[in-house]
Nanobody
Framework: QVPLLESGGGLVQVGGSLRLSCAAS????????MSWYRQAPGKLRELVAS???????NYADSVKGRFTISRDNAKNTGYLQMDSLKPEDTAVYYC??????WGQGTQVTVSS
């Protein structure tokens, strides 16, 4: 399996915004759902948001109204727009698509 490539993380202050990207090679990306997960130190990996191939979305309660998941199938790329960031959003963020292996993730750190 080919790994996914996450990018866009960084250090941001409380209330700030970041946009994460998830790049995939090959054409199977557009036929599958895509999800974003995050894992904070000492915690289990948790589902943040998901989007179907047709564009239907779902969010964890903790990020509803603040995060927006989207995808551009022509570019084989998914996104996670994160607004109104909180310290508890600090984690390594990973994307997941069936048929691809986990990438290295991208670190998001929200400072208070």
């Amino acid at each position: 399996q080919v790994p996914l490539l996450e990018s866009g993380g960084g250090l941001v202050q409380v209330g700030g915004s970041l946009r994460l990207s998830c790049a995939a090679s090959g054409i199977i990306f557009r036929f599958n759902s895509m999800s974003w997960y995050r894992q904070a130190p000492g915690k289990l990996r948790e589902l943040v948001a998901s989007i179907t191939s047709g564009g239907s979305t779902n969010y964890a309660d903790s990020v509803k109204g603040r995060f927006t998941i989207s995808r551009d199938n022509a570019k084989n790329t998914g996104y996670l727009q994160m607004d109104s960031l909180k310290p508890e959003d600090t984690a390594v963020y990973y994307c997941s698509v069936p048929g691809y292996s986990w990438g290295q993730g991208t670190q998001v750190t929200v400072s208070s």
